[in-house]
């Protein structure tokens, strides 16, 4: 399955975005489709995660101010940012797995990735 992740850019703290990512050449539905994000001089972390069957996951960092959902007429999986803050600022990468839901959290399980979308938060 090839992923495209945008809308990316640059927005006042306390603003939001929405992330979009499309799959081709897959379902969504028969994968944890999981985003995460990596801001310079970090390593890459988590930030939520939509199971083949329906669950939901989050980082401790955005639950309560990101919602992750599923469109399967498009096939995509969205990340709508509310409430932005600057140490949100990151490049953020969707990515599909078929492991355990138990495992969701973990990058290494997820095999496919999209190029990843900059988000810009100033204060």
């Known amino acids: 399955v090839q992923l495209q992740a945008s809308g990316g850019g640059l927005v006042q703290a306390g603003g939001s975005l929405a992330l979009s990512c499309a799959a081709a050449?897959?379902?969504?539905?028969?994968?944890?489709m999981g985003w995460f994000r990596q801001a310079p001089g970090k390593e890459r972390e988590f930030v939520a995660a939509?199971?083949?069957?329906?669950?939901?996951k989050y980082s401790d960092a955005v639950k309560g101010r990101f919602t992750i959902s599923r469109d399967n007429a498009k096939n995509t999986v969205w990340l709508q940012m509310n409430s932005l803050k600057p140490e949100d600022s990151a490049v953020y990468y969707c990515?599909?797995?078929?492991?355990?839901?138990?495992?969701?959290?973990?990058?290494?399980?997820?095999?496919?990735w999209g190029q990843g979308t900059l988000v810009t938060v100033s204060s």
């Open positions: 050449g897959g379902d969504v539905r028969r994968y944890t």
């Open positions: 990515a599909a797995t078929t492991t355990i839901w138990g495992r969701a959290r973990e990058e290494d399980v997820y095999r496919y």
């Open positions: 939509f199971g083949w069957s329906g669950n939901i």
